[in-house]
Structures are given as C-alpha cells and as structure tokens.
C-alpha cells in the first residue's frame, strides 16, 4: 500500500501538467505578493484618497477608527493573508469610490478587455502571418525589406501616438468621434460597439502584428529547409498546398506560442488605449483604483489579469501540443 501512495505521488510529481499547475500557483502568489507591497510603498494611504484635504482635520481619535476600518491597523502581513484568504473565498473587497463590490465591477469591465483583446489579436494574425510568409517568400527581396519595414513601424511607433492620430483623422475628415458616446456593449448596440472597438483594436493590433510577423517569417524559414520540405517538392507537391499544408502548420507552433503571450500581455496592456479611447475595461479600472488608492481595486484587479494571463498561457501550451504531435511526443 506504502509503494502504491508513493507511485502515485511520484507520477503526480512528474506529470508536466501538475507542474505547470503548481508553477501557476507561484505566479499568482508573487504577483500578490509583489502588488500588495508596491501599494503600501506609495505615498498616502486610503484615508487621505476617500476623504481629500480633509483628511487634515480628522483628530487622532476618527484617524485611529478610519485605519481600523479598513484594516490599516493591523501589521502588513496579517494585512496580505486577510486581504488573499477574502480573494480564495471570492470576497474581492469592495470600492470607496463607486460603492460597488471589486467582484461586480471586475465582471462588468472584463467583457470589454476580453473584446478588445480577441479583436486585437484577430487583427494582428490577419496582418502578420500572411506579412510573414510574404517576407518569407524572398528573402533580402523587395518583399521581404517591405515587410520587414512594416513590423519595424509596428514595434517603432508608439500606440498612443497613433490611436491620437486616427481619433483626430476620424474626427476631422468623417465626423466620427467615438469618444462622444457612452460605451455600448455588443448586447445593447453591437454596430455602434464595433465602431467604439475599431480604432483601438486596429492600433493594438497593428503593434502586435509586428511580433507575430518576425516570428512567422524566421519559423517559416526554418521549415523550409527541412528535409520532408524537399521530399514533398520532390514528389510534385502543389507549391500552394505546400506552402499552407505543410510549411505554414509546421511552422505554427512558435507563432501560436508568440501570439498566446501577446494575448495575456493585451489584457492588462491595453489601460493606455482604453484610456484614450473611454473603454471601461480591466486597464483603466486598475488605472482609476491607482488614482484613488483603493487597494481592494487594484490588488484584486491586478490578481484576476494574472489569472487570466496564466490560464492563456496553459490554453496556448495545450493548442500548440495539440498542433505539434512531436510536443506531445517529449
């Protein structure tokens, strides 16, 4: 019986997916951990964000109750365990500014994130793949410095400088000011949120692009000139199906994990286009809990993008194995 207990705790040990679980579990803990002492490290405190300049009136006595009101008085780790034990129980505390629970607002806005994330990343792979098997095609050609030039202005230019440039082109030359209207949601008026997520799914997406392109131009090259590449040319396969069914999907896997990062990077990355562009998504919730310094806000926020980049990253780590059957195979 011991044997058995101890097969089985040496096969849970060894399984790459119990791994990459538990090394999930050390990511979030050290984001926790990491967020909870960067907002203690800032000036000021709760009660001076709730109460402004008459924070400076407040006698001794009312300081002392407000700071046991919002647990400030006790030490920081009992402070971290209470605050992470609330988070396990989905307790994600709650906003002095908006009097709503983090967990309410957290579902409100991530809808939002998720959209301008997955549009984003729509566009990227629309731009970058075909830009990469293009590069791809001739290398030092014509094509190739083209493309190569256009994922250097994705990468060079910055995104605000360019969501700036397309809210004012769009303003001045057809009347059309997104930033005009209060957001509308896909279920409320799923034309005008299109239009609301065009211009900054185009500008993160033309950023991402970039990367992907590189990626998909070097894993194209690196496929072409192996051998079952020149087997299959040899046996007379069609140069289009050879190009999309057996160099592009050989060459997926780097790009699929490429894109995956970027994806998880898009959900808490995006705070300067929702921002600029009055999106109110996981970003400039973050954003707006930092300018108030409600650290229920911003700790609880900050531990769901996390999350969320941890579970994109697992889905990615099981699409490429699903792609690759040598992943699979190691």
Do not use: C
């Not at 009097?99 to 409100?108: G, I, K, P, R």
């Not at 997955?118 to 083209?146: E, H, K, Q, T, Y």
């Not at 950023?207 to 496929?223: K, S």
């Amino acid at each position: 019986m011991p044997q058995k207990k101890g097969a089985v705790l040496h096969s849970l040990r060894s399984s790459p997916t119990v791994r990459r679980l538990v090394g999930a579990l050390g990511t979030l803990f050290g984001v926790a951990i990491t967020v909870f002492v960067m907002l203690r490290a800032l000036p000021g405190d709760q009660i001076t964000a709730a109460y402004g300049i008459e924070a400076a009136g407040l006698t001794e006595e009312q300081r002392e109750t407000l700071r046991a009101y919002y647990g400030l008085d006790q030490p920081l780790i009992v402070q971290f365990f209470t605050w992470l034990g609330n988070v396990v129980t989905g307790n994600l505390g709650y906003s002095s500014r908006t009097n709503q629970s983090v967990l309410e607002m957290t579902l409100l806005s991530l809808p939002v994130t998720l959209q301008l994330a997955v549009l984003s990343i729509l566009v990227a792979l629309l731009i970058g793949i075909p830009l990469g098997m293009l590069s791809a095609s001739r290398p030092n050609a014509a094509r190739d410095w083209l493309g190569q030039g256009i994922g250097l202005a994705g990468l060079g230019v910055p995104n605000f400088l360019l969501a700036t440039f397309l809210l004012g082109l769009a303003a001045q030359v057809w009347g059309f000011n997104p930033n005009g209207l209060g957001y509308a949601s896909p279920w409320e008026n799923l034309w005008l949120n299109l239009q609301q997520m065009m211009m900054p799914s185009l500008v993160l997406g033309f950023a991402v692009a970039a990367p992907v392109m590189r990626t998909t131009r070097t894993a194209v090259l690196e496929v072409r000139s192996l051998d079952f590449i020149r087997t299959a040319k040899a046996k007379g396969v069609p140069p289009r199906r050879l190009r999309w069914s057996h160099i592009l999907r050989n060459a997926l896997v780097p790009v699929v994990t490429m894109t995956g990062m970027q994806f998880g990077f898009l959900l808490g990355g995006a705070v300067v286009m929702e921002q600029i562009f009055s999106l109110p998504g996981l970003g400039r919730q973050v954003l707006l809990g930092m300018n108030q310094q409600e650290y229920a806000v911003v700790q609880s926020t900050v531990l769901v993008i996390a999350l969320l980049f941890v579970i994109v990253n697992l889905l990615t780590d099981l699409l490429y194995r699903k792609i690759d059957p040598r992943v699979r195979a190691d």
